[in-house]
């Protein structure tokens, strides 16, 4: 099904992830699409995996790092001019890193929300001009069940996708006259890159039952550092609905996609 023919789309953390399988799956549903990541050769990759379902075509590739103002000011406005205009954003950019909040340095704690809330903010600000300019226009954010369910020795990372989400429902309100709406996707027990290395970055005295809460109840074979993980076109899927018509009366809210894991 093409339920994005016609569609321009800018899609942050395109390298890798949830944010490569989102433009994967928005460029199958017929979107044009610019992948924007600091990893230029994860998007290499995206690229390349876009060629081999014959959808290379409707791709450009942007480097573009979130946390820094004039690359994103430059990023979007290449983003704008690739495309012709702009339809849709989808902000999947982020990082994560863990430690005993006691212990964690204002220089760790300021980089994660740099990236993730400000960074968001920045991608945002830069592409409201060119969403506004349609009569209907859409911002997917990504925040992350961190922001409403507890997660060990992730403060500062719960603490921004909590600000993102408080953000989306701010933009919802102020812009729905406007035609754009703007909705959280919240995505936990996700394999990605990130959960790849998280146990990397827990603490060495870290209290592992505190884990216990954070695992799907749904079946699945995928697994990151022994947890049980979902498919990141999962939450791609949910993303191409709701940038699509099927997702014209959706904003100002959040969906939470985890296969269960806070039932």
């Not at 290379?56 to 480097?63: D, S």
């Not at 012709?84 to 212990?103: K, S, Y």
């Not at 709406?181 to 995505?187: D, S």
Request: hydrophobic share 45%; proline share 3%.
């Amino acid at each position: 099904m093409k339920r994005l023919e016609a569609s321009r789309v800018l899609v942050t953390g395109a390298a890798s992830g949830i944010g490569r399988a989102t433009a994967l799956r928005l460029l199958d549903e017929g979107a044009a699409v610019v992948a924007a990541d600091i990893a230029t050769g994860g998007l290499e990759k995206t690229r390349a995996l876009a060629g081999e379902a014959g959808t290379g075509e409707q791709l450009t590739t942007v480097e573009m790092d979130v946390g820094a103002e004039n690359s994103v000011i430059d990023g979007v406005r290449a983003a704008v001019r690739a495309l012709g205009g702009l339809d849709a954003l989808v902000n999947a950019a982020g990082m994560l890193r863990a430690a005993h909040t006691e212990q964690m340095s204002l220089q760790q704690w300021n980089h994660i929300i740099t990236v993730n809330l400000t960074g968001t903010f920045l991608v945002v600000r830069e592409a409201l001009p060119a969403l506004l300019e349609n009569p209907r226009s859409t911002v997917v954010n990504f925040s992350s069940t961190s922001a409403c369910f507890a997660h060990p020795y992730m403060a500062a990372y719960a603490a921004s996708k909590g600000g993102v989400q408080s953000f989306t429902h701010a933009l919802a309100l102020e812009y729905a006259r406007r035609g754009l709406r703007a909705v959280c996707v919240a995505p936990g027990s996700i394999k990605t890159g990130i959960t790849d290395t998280t146990a990397g970055y827990i603490p060495t005295d870290a209290d592992w039952s505190l884990f216990s809460r954070l695992s799907p109840i749904l079946p699945t074979t995928l697994e990151s550092s022994g947890a049980p993980m979902g498919d990141p076109a999962a939450v791609a899927g949910v993303v191409a609905m709701l940038v699509s018509e099927d997702g014209a009366f959706i904003t100002g809210t959040e969906i939470r996609i985890d296969g269960g894991t806070h039932a």
